[in-house]
């Protein structure tokens, strides 16, 4: 497995970049044989704090991230690291049964756009009509066919608030997302001759 391994603002010592070798795929090893990539990202989060940024590029379209925040750089990838072979641990049987289920049958997928919008300003009375957000990046996305368990492992593995999908019980086009109070939401469009309350 490939592992990139980079520094905002700061420089990664190599002791540090051979720990991150050996523990990271060992610990990603240990569950998928053949993973793709990964990327070690660490950055100051204040004067005495340190973010690691993991993700690892189990499969295809299967993509696993984690975080963790500590005082040092080492403790910060360690908790991150820990994380993900805890979701990895987590999925490992229902990941390998979804590989082998795309390898056995192509399931097309559509694309769409993915457009990433600057927070909004603030204004001192109300927005004008013609206010329109300002696009910061755009890319397209692939909205793939898989069961509600499927796109909830998929969102959590992700570390990702929200994730749309085809349901391929309802064929629909659904949402599930992470809900302030840690549930997980489930948006599913009704059909004609559905009742709601």
Sequence with gaps: MQIQISGKQLDIPE????????????????YFADPIEAHVSFSRTGPTR????????????????SHAEAESESASFDAASDRLEKQLRRYKRRLRDHHNRQAQAARSALEARDIVLAPEVEV????????????????TTR?????????????????????????????????????????????????EGDKGE
């Design 15 to 30: 002791r540090l970049r051979n720990h991150v070798q050996s523990h990271l795929s060992k610990a990603v090893e240990r």
């Design 50 to 65: 340190v973010r690691t940024d993991c993700s690892v590029h189990v499969g295809h379209g299967i993509h696993a991230q």
């Design 124 to 139: 001192e009375d109300e927005v004008p009509e013609t206010f329109q957000p300002v696009i910061v990046a755009e890319g």
């Design 143 to 191: 909205i793939e066919t898989m069961s509600v368990g499927e796109a909830v492992m998929r969102m959590d593995l992700a570390d990702a608030p929200v994730l749309m999908f085809l349901n391929g019980a309802s064929d629909t086009y659904n949402v599930v997302y992470r809900r302030a109070d840690g549930h997980v939401g489930w948006i599913e469009p009704s059909r």
